[in-house]
């Protein structure tokens, strides 16, 4: 039974739309992040947060940004999708000395 | 944090436990061995940590050499769904950036 929820699962989207990937977690956590992965590739941070009104970016770059608005939701935001943004996003928390919980992940295809 | 270094691939038999080593020489005293495995397609899922003690879960136990410079995740009788890409992550529980830093892990195939 999954704690951290993320949707959509798969988005195909044209070029230069604006998309907003959802993630939320019913743990309570503080800690949130979103990482990038490509297939059979590593994952690299792009952004995390510490508590509500709490983002930073990550080790790798991106042109998203994210929001935390409330302590359950860490949404991610593409203003301007490009093909270089097909990768899959997978969203986690995390409580100090506990492990991370991930989601299922959104594979997003820019087309 | 400290790095690790991991085979990039194992097989095992089904039924038979699965050792899966770790090298972490430069690990800290304050840091901490954490596995993860990551099921095709899905999210990283959550195995075993430990700091010196060996330890033990319902999922897989994990054997930490007394200097603490490798370690052994043990998956007791491998089953068909423990095919994964398994991470040996070292890092500081209190870290404040608080990120892990997965690498290339081990790719384990259970075969029939």
């Known amino acids: 039974e999954a704690d951290i929820y993320q949707t959509p699962r798969y988005l195909v989207i044209g070029t230069g739309k604006k998309i907003t990937l959802e993630c939320s977690q019913t743990?309570?956590?503080?800690?949130m992040y979103w990482y990038q992965q490509d297939p059979g590739m590593e994952l690299h941070l792009i952004h995390y947060s510490y508590g509500v009104n709490s983002t930073e970016k990550g080790d790798l770059s991106s042109e998203s940004t994210v929001s935390r608005i409330r302590t359950e939701h860490f949404p991610l935001t593409l203003e301007s999708a490009r093909p270089s943004h097909t990768s899959q996003y997978l969203c986690a928390s995390s409580e100090i000395g506990y492990g991370y919980t991930f989601g299922s992940g959104t594979r997003l295809t820019v087309v | 944090d400290a790095k690790t270094t991991q085979p990039t691939s194992m097989d095992c038999a089904e039924g038979r436990a699965a050792n899966l080593p770790c090298n972490h020489s430069t690990i800290s005293g304050n840091e901490y061995v954490y596995w993860y495995r990551q099921i095709h397609s899905q999210g990283p899922q959550y195995i075993i940590h430990?700091?010196?003690n060996n330890e033990t879960n319902e999922m897989a136990s994990l054997i930490i050499t007394e200097d603490r410079k490798s370690s052994t995740l043990i998956l007791p009788h491998a089953t068909l769904r423990d095919t994964a890409v398994y991470y040996c992550i070292v890092r500081v529980v209190q870290t404040g950036a608080n990120n892990l830093f997965f690498g290339t892990g081990t790719r384990l195939t259970v075969i029939p």
């Open positions: 430990g700091l010196k």
């Open positions: 743990m309570g956590h503080d800690k």
